[in-house]
C-alpha cells in the first residue's frame, strides 16, 4: 500500500514537470521574436550597424563610417544626420528637417559668396541626401555646405534635372573652429519631394584632389567601380517618410 502511494506520487511529479518544461519552451517561441524584432530586421536588412536607421522618439539618426565603396572612413571621420519632421500647428511651414553635424576640412574654400544656393556646390565641401521614389525613379537632391551655401535639385530619371536651384527659408549652419566641426540645420518644404519616397542615401564629400573624399551611407560593393558616382541609385537604401511624418501629425 505505501510502496504504491509513493510510485504514485513520483509519477505525478514527472507528469508536473514534463508540463512545466514544455510550457517554458512554448513561452519562449512565442515571445522570442517580439523581443527580439530588431535582430530579426537587421538579418533580413543585411545592413550594417552605421546603415541602419537609429529611431529616437520622432527622429532617425544615421551615422556615415564608410567610404563611398565601403571601406573605413579615412581618420575615422564621421557624419551624423538626424531627419525629423517640424509639421505642427506651431510651423509656420510643413518641412522635413535635416540637422548634420560633421568635421569641417574647409577644403577646398568655398568663392566668396554670400550664403544661399549655388551652382556645383557638389566641388566643395558639402553633406548630401537623395530621396527617391523608385517606381518612378524621381528624386530630390540636397546639399548642403558649412558655409550656409545649398543646392537643391528636382530629378526625374538618373541625372535628369527638372528644377534647379530651389529656395529654402531655414537653412543655418554654425562652424567650431577649435574642434573642426560644423552643425547645420535645414528645413526641406514637403512639397519638394517627389511622392512615396521609399529610398534614401546620404554622402559627404571633403579635401581637395588627389586626396578628395567620397564617404556614403549606403556604399556600393567594393571593386565593382573604378570611381563614386552618387546616382547609382539601384543602392539606395530602404527609408520610410510616412511614418516618420505621420509620429508629429
Do not use: C
Amino acid at each position: 500500500m505505501y510502496q504504491f502511494i509513493i510510485v504514485d506520487t513520483e509519477f505525478r511529479l514527472i507528469i508536473v514537470m514534463i508540463v512545466t518544461t514544455f510550457t517554458n519552451i512554448l513561452f519562449l517561441l512565442v515571445t522570442y521574436p517580439v523581443h527580439n524584432s530588431g535582430s530579426f530586421r537587421f538579418l533580413q536588412n543585411q545592413q550594417s550597424s552605421s546603415e541602419v536607421p537609429n529611431r529616437q522618439s520622432n527622429n532617425l539618426n544615421f551615422l556615415i563610417t564608410k567610404t563611398w565603396d565601403g571601406l573605413g572612413a579615412p581618420d575615422n571621420t564621421s557624419i551624423s544626420i538626424t531627419l525629423s519632421s517640424n509639421d505642427s500647428q506651431k510651423s509656420k511651414t510643413s518641412a522635413l528637417e535635416i540637422r548634420v553635424e560633421a568635421s569641417y576640412f574647409n577644403d577646398p574654400q568655398i568663392p566668396d559668396s554670400p550664403p544661399g544656393p549655388l551652382n556645383r556646390l557638389w566641388e566643395y565641401e558639402v553633406v548630401e541626401a537623395f530621396f527617391l521614389n523608385s517606381l518612378t525613379n524621381e528624386y530630390l537632391e540636397i546639399e548642403l555646405s558649412p558655409t550656409g551655401h545649398y543646392l537643391i535639385l528636382k530629378l526625374n530619371g538618373v541625372r535628369q534635372v527638372t528644377e534647379s536651384l530651389l529656395p529654402l527659408d531655414v537653412f543655418q549652419t554654425n562652424i567650431n573652429y577649435e574642434n573642426n566641426t560644423w552643425t547645420g540645420v535645414a528645413h526641406i518644404p514637403w512639397n519638394y519631394f517627389p511622392a512615396h519616397v521609399d529610398k534614401f542615401n546620404a554622402y559627404a564629400i571633403h579635401k581637395s584632389e588627389p586626396d578628395r573624399v567620397y564617404l556614403s551611407l549606403f556604399p556600393v560593393p567594393n571593386g565593382k567601380f573604378e570611381g563614386p558616382d552618387f546616382h547609382r541609385v539601384q543602392y539606395f537604401g530602404n527609408i520610410d517618410l510616412v511614418g516618420l511624418r505621420s509620429n508629429k501629425l
